[in-house]
């Protein structure tokens, strides 16, 4: 193929903006994807000052990019600079994923909740959304994801437990009567009644102080699953399992909100298998 000047195309650029970013395993899951399948392209890491996110983002397609991932702290504003936007982009308020469009125009998906549905079913084939309620903690960014995503598989209620409670208020007037808002100081109790346990917050991050919310609660057989990753088997899952739950560890919902953004630039649907997780894991 060879373009107006008749120079023949260059590979297809993608990468991932945000704010530190040196720390994203996105360009190792990308690079990964693209060795295995031998497709040509490249996927680049770029660190951009929330004041030129717009020059950047209209500048990338003239440079042969054909899409970027949108980290913290710009999923809000790339929503916002983005001339479509998908439904569940929209109802999460925020954008992962841009797609540069051949006539100019900007495509914001967001695919963080698809990931994380994707993770559970993948891992944990037998979990029923519908057998019970879903206890999600924390009520920032994250959770909106989370929460628009599990609303649409069918969880019957959702009890969201947040320290600052009037941010889960908030989602819940937003996402509607489904949604039970819990004390954070009473958010052991609603694991009580859980089929599905999240932990959206940063607590037990490496670095971050450790998730004190008591766990006698939890039942056996409940899927408890965190959005932390590092590290890759938190103090809730390792507590969780002793305590006869299933856990599904964070980070295949990573791995699995960029298989549909790969597609769409690289144009394989890439699979996600051990060898996956090892490459963003080295
Ligand atoms: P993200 O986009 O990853 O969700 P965020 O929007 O900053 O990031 O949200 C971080 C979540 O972790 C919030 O639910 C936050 O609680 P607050 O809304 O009260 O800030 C939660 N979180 C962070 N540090 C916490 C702490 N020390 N104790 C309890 N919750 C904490």
């Given at each position: ?54 020059e950047v983002l209209r500048a990338l397609p003239k440079a042969g990019f054909v899409g970027v991932n949108i980290t913290i702290p710009h999923k809000v504003k790339a929503l916002e600079i983005a001339d479509l936007v998908t439904d569940r982009a929209t109802i999460i308020g925020a954008a992962n994923t841009l797609i540069f469009r051949r006539d ?179």
């Amino acid at each position: 193929m060879t373009d107006s000047d008749d120079h023949p195309s260059p590979p297809p650029l993608a990468g991932v903006i945000g704010q530190p970013i040196a720390h994203s395993r996105s360009p190792a899951l990308h690079h990964h994807w693209l060795d295995t399948y031998g497709l040509p392209g490249a996927y680049i890491p770029m660190q951009v000052a929330d004041k030129d996110l717009e020059e950047v983002l209209r500048a990338l397609p003239k440079a042969g990019f054909v899409g970027v991932n949108i980290t913290i702290p710009h999923k809000v504003k790339a929503l916002e600079i983005a001339d479509l936007v998908t439904d569940r982009a929209t109802i999460i308020g925020a954008a992962n994923t841009l797609i540069f469009r051949r006539d100019g125009k900007i495509h914001a998906d967001n695919t963080d909740g698809y990931g994380f549905v994707a993770n559970l079913r993948h891992a944990a084939p037998d979990w029923n959304p519908a057998a019970g309620p879903a206890a999600v903690l924390g009520a920032g960014g994250a959770a909106r994801a989370i929460i628009s995503s599990l609303l649409e598989v069918g969880v019957p209620q959702i009890l969201l437990s947040n320290r600052t409670r009037p941010k889960a208020e908030a989602l819940r007037t937003e996402f509607g009567s489904r949604i039970d808002v819990v004390d954070w100081v009473q958010a052991g109790n609603m694991l009580e009644d859980a089929a599905t346990v999240v932990n959206t917050t940063s607590l037990g991050m490496t670095g971050s102080p450790a998730l004190r919310v008591p766990l006698d609660g939890l039942q056996k057989g409940a899927l408890v699953t965190d959005l932390v990753y590092s590290p890759l088997r938190t103090t809730l899952l390792e507590e969780a399992a002793a305590r006869g739950c299933r856990t599904v560890d964070g980070l295949g919902m990573l791995i699995h909100q960029a298989v549909p953004a790969f597609e769409r630039w690289f144009g394989v649907r890439p699979e996600v298998t051990e060898a996956t997780r090892a490459a963003v894991l080295k």
